[in-house]
């Protein structure tokens, strides 16, 4: 087993966030937390101190909300708000933060970059 130089947060959404989702999508509303939090994203992030959790956060938050609309919720970008702001992430998500990550998979790493 490999252990990865990296931690990770696994994201889900908050009602704030499905509210507005269900604003932009009405065809979604049917939805409640369990659905939208269902298949939750998970983010590999830079290690940290442990007194310092989520303050790469801070760096990263415009991504991950960007990647959240556009892949994980379809939601066209005409739809999205005019700020991404980290008060917006904060307002949409909240996650949890695992310091140890493992791979079990004696397959090959490959990385897919945008």
Known sequence: M??????QITLFGTQALLDWLKSVKPELRRWDLRTLNHRPSAYLIEMEDQNCHGLVLEKHFKKVVEQELSQSLYVPKEHWPSEITFELFRTWFFYQYHEEVYDLSSDELLVFDD
């Open 2 to 7: 490999k252990s990865l130089n990296r931690h």
